[in-house]
């Protein structure tokens, strides 16, 4: 077993906490702008009373939250965030979640919600000349049918076309995101036996109904589909099935 931190180790954890946080709030209220050189190490080790190993962490954990550039041989430099960088941020919170009773099926449940929205979103205000590349998605996962490993990329292509063409980069980082947290699952249906004809299937019914303009045939679509991996999943695995929210009665869109 390992030994608990020293006081030391506690102290020097807070204290590069305590700094990144400093020099966070300074580019949140625009003291520091994107493209600012950030001060030396030297300057920081004066100015906070720190060791060097201390403002490399503060600094590192700034480059972990995508508000940090540094090149070797260059000064550091305040970058601008981009949604992957924040969503990335939270993946080691998801990946303890999933190791918590019930974790999975959090994360599930959540994945659903976002998914069943953003087919009903794309239904509703998809631009047209987007519709195209949901079709060609589609096409390209019905040619991977006879190939497992095709199929399966075109499956994660499909449901990544489909947040990428509502063109909010918050809904591609979050699909990329949910598909790195769930990889097990994806893993455990496969080996299920779920049919790739009917997954096809599934993916079709969600497209025409994107392109019928219809949301809650959009929504239902998604939910039917997704109801049926979990279910799939939890099968494998000898456990309850997950109760997937649920849409309620069709209303006016």
Do not use: C
């Amino acid at each position: 077993m390992s030994e608990a931190p020293t006081g030391q180790a506690r102290t020097r954890r807070k204290r590069y906490e305590e700094i990144a946080e400093h020099l966070e709030l300074l580019i949140y209220s625009g003291r520091l702008s994107v493209g600012d050189k950030i001060a030396s190490e030297r300057e920081l080790r004066v100015r906070f009373g720190v060791g060097r190993s201390t403002v490399r962490e503060a600094l590192f954990a700034l480059q972990r939250k995508g508000l940090l550039s540094a090149r070797p041989g260059a000064a550091a430099r305040i970058a601008k965030p981009t949604a992957q960088t924040l969503i990335s941020d939270l993946s080691g919170a998801a990946r303890h979640l999933l190791s918590e009773p019930g974790g999975i099926r959090h994360l599930q449940h959540a994945r659903a919600l976002f998914e069943i929205g953003v087919a009903r979103e794309v239904a509703l205000n998809g631009a047209d000349d987007d519709l195209p590349a949901l079709t060609q998605a589609l096409e390209a996962n019905r040619w991977a049918i006879e190939d497992q490993a095709a199929f399966e990329h075109t499956d994660l292509m499909f449901h990544y076309t489909l947040a990428m063409i509502a063109h909010n980069p918050i809904y591609t980082s979050l699909n990329h995101a949910l598909n790195e947290w769930l990889a097990e699952q994806r893993s455990v249906s496969a080996r299920a036996g779920t049919s790739r004809e009917e997954v096809y299937s599934q993916h079709r019914a969600i497209h025409d109904a994107v392109l019928r303009r219809d949301p809650i045939g959009a929504q239902e679509a998604m939910e039917a589909h997704l109801a049926s991996v979990y279910r799939n999943y939890w099968k494998a695995v000898e456990a309850v099935p997950l109760g997937l929210p649920t849409t309620g009665q069709r209303s006016q869109a």
